[in-house]
C-alpha cells in the first residue's frame, strides 16, 4: 500500500509540474483512453501511463475536466475492451486462410491465387481450372487485388468473415459488439492554483508526518450540505485541521469567500488558511474566527515550522512536546 501511496506522490508531483507547464505556456492539453492489452482502458499522463480511476481522481479534485466522451467496443459478455479481430474462412469457418494475390480468368470464372497460373515463361499465365492459357490483361484475364484462400477447405473469397475475440475468448461479430463510454479529459484551469501549492502542501504532509501527525494532501470531504469539498491537506485529528494555502497570483474574494462557506459546511473542522502577508486586512472579517484561523507568511516555503506549529496548536499539540 504504502508503495502505491509513493507512486500517487511521485505521480501528482510530475502531474501538477507537467500541467502547469503547460497551462503557463497557454496549450490544451487533453487525455484520451487508449486501449492497452492486458490492462485494459488506460490514459497518457504526461508520458506516464495511468488507469482511468486516476484521471476521475484528479476530475473530483478539480484538476480535471471531462472535455469529450468517445465510444469504444466491449464484449457483450464480459466487458472486456481489449479485443482482437479474427478472420475466417466464410465457407468453413476455418482460421487457416492466407491473404493472397488473386487472378481471375474471365472464360470460365475461376478465381485463385496468382502462383496457380504462372508457367515457366514470364509473363505468359495459363488457367489451372480450364488449362487455357491466357495472354491478355483485362481480356483473357483480370487481377482483382489482394484476397484470402482457405487452407483446409480450399475456397477463394476477397471479404473474409471478421468475429472480435476477447481476452476471454468470447468470439463475436462485430454488428454484436457493445459500446461503452469513456471521457475524453483535459487540465482544468483551477489547476494551476493547486500545482502553486502543491510542493507546499507535500512538505507539510512530510513534516507531519515524520512528528506521527496522518495528513492526506487534496482530499475530499463531504459537508453538512451534502456537497463534497475538497481540502488541500486534511490532518486527521481532533477537531480535524483543513490547511488552504493561496499564494499572491490566485488571491481574489471569491476563492476567500469559498473557503469561508466551505469551513462552515464542514463540522468538527478548522480550517488554517495561509495567506500572502501583504493581503488586504478587511478580507479577515468575512470569516468566522472559530472555523476559520488566518496565518499570513512573507514566503511560502521558508515558513513551513510555523505553519506546522499552527497546525499542532489547532490540534492542541505542541511541537516541543515532541520529542
Ligand atoms: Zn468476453
Ligand atoms: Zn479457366
Ligand atoms: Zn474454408
Not at 487508449?34 to 497518457?44: F, L, R, V
Amino acid at each position: 500500500m504504502s508503495k502505491t501511496k509513493g507512486f500517487f506522490n511521485i505521480l501528482d508531483a510530475h502531474f501538477f509540474s507537467s500541467a502547469y507547464k503547460a497551462l503557463s505556456q497557454g496549450k490544451v492539453v487533453e487525455f484520451k483512453p487508449k486501449i492497452k492489452q492486458e490492462t485494459g482502458i488506460t490514459y497518457d499522463l504526461f508520458g506516464i501511463e495511468v488507469p482511468e480511476e486516476r484521471l476521475q481522481y484528479y476530475r473530483e479534485r478539480g484538476f480535471l475536466e471531462v472535455s469529450d466522451e468517445i465510444s469504444l467496443p466491449v464484449c457483450p459478455i464480459c466487458g472486456e475492451v481489449c479485443l482482437h479481430p479474427l478472420l475466417l474462412c466464410p465457407k468453413c469457418g476455418s482460421m487457416n486462410i492466407e491473404k493472397k494475390e488473386l487472378m481471375a480468368h474471365y472464360d470460365c470464372g475461376y478465381i485463385g491465387p496468382v502462383e496457380e497460373f504462372e508457367t515457366r515463361e514470364p509473363g505468359v499465365y495459363r488457367c489451372p481450372k480450364c488449362k487455357k492459357t491466357m495472354n491478355r490483361v483485362g481480356i483473357d484475364y483480370g487481377r482483382p487485388g489482394f484476397g484470402f484462400t482457405c487452407k483446409k477447405c480450399g475456397s477463394v473469397f476477397q471479404v473474409p468473415l471478421i468475429e472480435v475475440e476477447c481476452q476471454k475468448g468470447h468470439r463475436n461479430k462485430i454488428q454484436t459488439l457493445d459500446m461503452e463510454k469513456y471521457p475524453v479529459y483535459r487540465i482544468s484551469p483551477e489547476v494551476k492554483k493547486f500545482a502553486a501549492i502543491y510542493y507546499a502542501i507535500e512538505e507539510l504532509r512530510k513534516r507531519l508526518a515524520s512528528l506521527g501527525v496522518e495528513s492526506e494532501p487534496f482530499a475530499r470531504i463531504k459537508g453538512l450540505s451534502g456537497i463534497t469539498h475538497t481540502a488541500p491537506l486534511y490532518v486527521n485529528a481532533k477537531p480535524a485541521v483543513i490547511v488552504d494555502i493561496v499564494t499572491e497570483d490566485f488571491l481574489d474574494e471569491k476563492y476567500l469567500l469559498g473557503v469561508a462557506v466551505k469551513a462552515v459546511d464542514l463540522s468538527d473542522t478548522i480550517t488554517l488558511l495561509v495567506l500572502p502577508r501583504n493581503v488586504k486586512s478587511d478580507f479577515e472579517k468575512i470569516f468566522n474566527p472559530e472555523k476559520v484561523k488566518v496565518f499570513k507568511v512573507e514566503d511560502l516555503m521558508n515558513s513551513m515550522d510555523q505553519i506546522v506549529n499552527e497546525i499542532l496548536t489547532l490540534i492542541g499539540a505542541r511541537l516541543h512536546e515532541k520529542t
